[in-house]
């Protein structure tokens, strides 16, 4: 039989890695801040349809920021 991996999903990790994309971080650095790696974070968006689509709103929002900060700046 083989042995179980720990599952590193939670909110904590989660909402670490939403703020982090949300601010304009990369996925890759937004999943190091978590403590997981990139290819957990796209197993992550694969396994859990609401992640992905709460990542697909934070990099939304990150673009209309920069998009905004351009357009003042």
């Excluded at 937004?30 to 790696?37: D, F, H, L, R, T």
């Amino acid at each position: 039989m083989r042995p179980s991996i720990p599952n590193k999903y939670s909110e904590e990790r989660v909402s670490t890695i939403l703020l982090r994309i949300r601010y304009g971080c990369s996925q890759r650095k937004a999943a190091e801040y978590a403590g997981v790696s990139e290819r957990t974070l796209h197993f992550w968006r694969k396994r859990y349809p609401q992640f992905d689509a709460a990542v697909r709103e934070a990099v939304e929002h990150a673009a209309v920021e920069l998009r905004t900060s351009l357009e003042e700046g």
